[in-house]
């Protein structure tokens, strides 16, 4: 069967590129980072979508796999483009010194065997005091950040832990026994380049000189994680599990209510869309749907930016970009029936590859539920005591990643009114550092015994191609103002929705006070009952944005992360708000600083909309051993796009379809 | 057997105070508007529940009646307090001309019956061209509100609708045909005053003068509905309904996981509070405490203010403060096992009276219910690929209002690791008014043919009464401060959140660039991991304030709205934000302004915080004919109150608990 031009390359395909690739570079080592489909160009896809649509057989675009990977003996990386069907090799590329793609757990892996068996690790590991505890050490590789060189290197850092000093249990948590160095290592140089040592006497450290602190001036080989505890998070090293939760079933006893076609596109309540799975992004929505009409083109999650508060070197260097520098797909897990999700699961796997070329398959990448999520609308006529009431089904994607200490909980909802919802859950473990017995800091919280946990953000990133019913849009702003006192607002009471198209691109900033929120248009459509163009409403998050100083290489590379909305021209394969290349970038290169910089019409256009939005992130106590999610909604909901409510027609939540049960007991009723 | 003193009055009770009420005024007639429990003073509460907690028997506080009512020969509204186990009034007052109860249905209806007989109303809809439909029209019947006039009778102001003209179906959507006029009513002169035309030109009236607008250049009685259309809600008047959506059933085989003890107080998950109910708030919550200690004193709903858009008169005068003027308590719906919420429900009953003072019992008018919330916390050691994961288990305690035309949906929710959160759902259908054919108006959206949606806020205030490990608080105001270039911050990339307690009353606004947010203190327990003082931090709603001039009555009357946070010293009875007598206010009496002008000492002392924040609704079409649930959340999340993650003793989630069904089909994780 012909794969849909969105699906992603079968294991067979890979194995296929794979080869294609080795037989090009015979006699050299490869290191692969990714292979992927890339997406075909919307001038392509989009007549093939409208044909498909009409009924017709038309002929796909070129199927096109995307390699990224190393050429070791010549230490740099490549790319190429590789036509699938006939395993042609169809443009590849030689990247210049200083770009380097994603770091990889196999990079981290060599790194840290090599770096532990070198001379200057082990004088650390003596003057830290942990000698003894050598065989608990381990570590998070960390992608090496940038501060203020550029072509640097391929470098890697590596924070040092150490598994309960008691224990040793291979599942203990680590994050409780920092250690204060941080071994840098040449990833393709193979060799160890320094150790730099952490300071550790919070507020009393001097920030500008590495490593000074009270570890300097300890004692030499005194154990400096003495002071800290065991803290763990895993149920089986708990001293005292809760008893009383008593089971919560989902039963679906019709099965679910989507189904699949031929095309693998869902078909839920309405909504008609495709999943997609790539390396970098994980999770992607394709030619949504409802109802017959076109509202997206494209959802994906962009981009993330990790930035530390922490000035005092080498860990301020801390600043992770997980898309870019690790990759939503490949830090997707291995999601588990009962687990990770509770009710009637279909799961989608997704196919990787390891350095050496081999491909294969991690199973339930993605996975789909429905969930009732409470009330969908409600009215009684208090005249009658008539009630009609609905619930509100949704349909969610979910995917999970774990990028280290962190995990990143992804999904979108479908509903039943054609909103769809970006949910985000942040959990796991919080990045640690040591800190002196008796010293605070105030760029981070002590959330253990000698265990800081410093301030950081998580700036989201989300792109939204639209296609609202069509692909010439318009992003409107639409900005609420009080209307002066005069003699048509005599009471001082009038207000105003003010509706202000963006002609070219731009960004723009949420602002709280205009009640500011942006609208997707097509101006070419007007809603019949309102007489507004149709569109859809981004309901997005108004937070706080990077920190960075103005000049700082931080906020150079992660220029993104500096305003809330970007407004850009489509342009084929520009899918990453922080540029393709992130990892030891010192600017953002290729992402919507740059689409932004290009000056184009926006109006009446194929326009993309990128949304920054973000946690910024002081850690509680109550965030270790192990963080309860936070969790963040961002809400796009049609606007003058349908000519009513469109959950009108949905049936009417009553005792026989949804069978709930009262509970009596013998107090009944008392308040 | 003693009623708990946060009980509510039962039957009996309530039926003893009427007896009282009634003879002291022998001879007259009462039109009684609310009984309910007067809460004793915090000063004799505490150490009562002190006592009870230490496991003794204590004296409870007096339990006291208070009673709302007019004496109808005077044209006066009376309160009293009554000494429930004696029968005995303690205290009774008379309030001033101008002081307004809120208004009930028998007070709408009474008008309703009174106006529709009078000349005036008659030629009204005589000159609307809608004499043929007279036993179709109806109305809501709203506050007055206030323009400009003090001291002013006692007014009722009805929006005019008219049932389906082809089928007068009582449950048809009588929004979908608006009348314009609006017949205003003296309630206890009982007679009508006046009748109002509405403007329905949009934006070429002249907002300056009553009634202008097409509808005074229109042939005189020419139905002004004419181009009004069926739109209806109700699931038996649609056309088609969807007939794809599966059951989804939740089961709890070994029942819920909460008991009620003796006192009435919930018990679940660690958790330990009581729920409450009053006429003016309807659910509340009181004593909460987590693993014995204590969070909150009481948490409520305290007032809404519902200012709308459009200054053309009369219509200029719709702004109703959904507590004070109508009740949480006496609009709270009955709700229905399998419609209102999924599950295993336990239901509270709320004891009521009308205005004869019969007593009866709201069967329903609370629902508590467990619900899984997605996933609680994930980490994944990358190393060893072992999973420790929990879900999210949440307790619900959901009350649902009916006022007027729009329903809004309360819900707090309990949680695993301590955190409570209140989520506020709006739907029902949007108060319309009419627009003649081929206009639009700037200060509302067409919804449907003929009907303008004007724009509107929703500002809600939810007040926070803490006793954070004891009732001598402090609120903190937490800052992120980007830190300047130098010596400690050479790379730019510092940031500290700096810790401002605050000190004096006061009221305070959010502030996203800041990452502003409010932590609860005790400064007299400190962390012993942190060294930082124990508190809850409020995850507030960062939205659009009222947008009533500076000046305007709208504002004087609802000063609450106009802020973000208000921090006030604890004072015995100040519940409501916009103070007790809001009905036909010209300005907020006895609310957070006149608490924080106080200018008392909030430091580590009995505080109260006061968290304003709301929805500002242009209508969309797809609001129409009711609208899909708004969503609005609030955190409440211990910060630093405990010594780690308070969930971290939840049991894994497994297959074996939790019994999910994976599905499979013919085209198996292709995407």
Same mark, same amino acid.
């Given at each position: 069967m012909t794969p849909h031009p969105f699906d992603q390359l079968s294991v067979q395909e890979m194995e296929s590129v794979v080869r294609v690739v080795k037989s090009n570079h015979s006699g050299k080592s490869l290191h692969l980072k990714s292979i992927g489909t890339e997406e075909p160009p919307k001038a392509l896809m989009a007549p093939f979508l409208a044909a498909k649509r009409a009924g017709k057989n038309p002929v796909p675009p070129p199927r096109i796999a995307h390699v990224i990977y190393y050429v070791l003996e010549d230490k740099l990386v490549n790319q190429c483009w590789v036509d699938v069907p006939s395993a042609k090799v169809v443009k590849s590329e030689v990247l210049k010194k200083g770009i380097h793609p994603p770091i990889d757990p196999w990079e981290a892996n060599e790194a840290f065997e090599a770096a532990f068996d070198h001379p200057l690790v082990k004088d650390a590991i003596k003057k830290c005091g942990v000698e003894h505890l050598i065989d608990n050490l381990t570590i998070d590789g960390w992608m090496y950040g940038c501060d203020s060189e550029i072509d640097m290197p391929r470098y890697l850092q590596m924070l040092v832990y150490c598994r309960d000093p008691k224990t040793n249990h291979q599942d203990s948590n680590m994050y409780a026994f920092p250690v204060p160095f941080v071994p840098v290592y040449d990833v393709l140089e193979k060799k160890l380049v320094r150790v730099d040592y952490c300071a550790t006497g919070g507020d009393d450290d001097d920030a500008a000189v590495e490593g000074v602190g009270n570890y300097d001036t300890r004692p030499e080989g005194k154990n400096c994680i003495e002071h800290c505890v065991t803290n763990d998070y895993l149920p089986e090293l708990q001293d005292k599990m809760r008893t009383d939760l008593k089971p919560y079933n989902v039963l679906q006893p019709e099965g679910p209510s989507y189904h699949i076609d031929s095309d693998g596109y869902i078909n839920w309540q309405k909504w008609h869309f495709k999943v997609g799975f790539t390396p970098r992004e994980g999770l992607v929505i394709h030619d949504v749907h409802y109802d017959g009409r076109s509202t997206f083109y494209r959802l994906s999650m962009s981009e993330m930016a990790v930035p530390y508060a922490d000035p005092r070197p080498p860990l301020h260097r801390k600043m992770a970009f997980d898309f870019g520098d690790c990759g939503g797909g490949k830090c997707a897990n291995e999601l588990t029936l009962g687990c990770d999700c509770l009710g009637t699961i279909r799961y989608f796997d997704g196919n990787v590859c390891d350095p050496e070329g081999n491909v294969f398959t991690r199973k339930n990448v993605i996975c789909m539920h429905e969930q =009732? =999520? *409470? /009330? *969908?609308w409600k009215h009684t006529n208090y005249r009658t005591d008539v009630v009609a009431i609905t619930r509100r089904r949704i349909l969610v994607l979910q995917t999970i990643l774990t990028v280290g200490n962190y995990e990143y909980i992804f999904a979108w909802h479908f509903d039943q009114s054609a909103g769809i919802q970006l949910e985000i859950r942040a959990t796991g473990i919080v990045s640690t550092q040591l800190i002196d017995a008796g010293k605070k800091s105030k760029f981070g919280t002590i959330v253990s015994p000698g265990v800081m946990a410093a301030s950081h953000q998580h700036i989201f990133n989300v792109r939204m191609d639209p296609a609202i019913d069509g692909h010439q849009n318009t992003v409107v702003v639409n900005d609420t103002v009080a209307l002066p006192w005069d003699a048509k607002n005599p009471h001082g009471i009038a207000f105003e929705n003010t509706k202000t198209p963006i002609e070219k691109s731009c960004y723009l900033d949420s602002d709280i006070q205009k009640n500011r929120y942006l609208k997707i248009c $097509?101006? $070419?459509?007007? $809603?019949? /009952?309102? *007489?507004n163009p149709v569109g859809y409403k981004i309901g997005g998050l108004a937070t706080a944005m990077l920190y960075a100083q103005p000049g700082s290489v931080s906020r150079n590379r992660a220029a993104f992360a500096t305003h809330h909305y970007w407004v850009t021209k489509y342009k084929d394969q520009e899918l990453f708000a922080g540029g393709v290349w992130t990892n030891q970038s010192a600017n953002e290169v290729g992402g919507v600083q740059d689409a932004v910089a290009r000056n184009e019409n926006v109006r009446n256009d194929d326009v993309v909309l990128w949304h920054s939005f973000g946690l910024t992130h002081h850690p509680r106590v109550e965030d270790f051993p192990v963080m309860p999610c936070e969790i963040m909604k961002i809400h796009l909901s049609p606007n003058d796009f349908f000519t009513g409510n469109p959950s009108v027609d949905v049936p009417k939540s009553n005792q026989t379809f949804n069978r709930s049960v009262e509970v009596k007991d013998c107090r009944s009723c008392k308040i």
């Open positions: =009732d =999520d *409470g /009330i *969908g $097509n101006e $070419n459509k007007i $809603n019949p /009952i309102s *007489g």
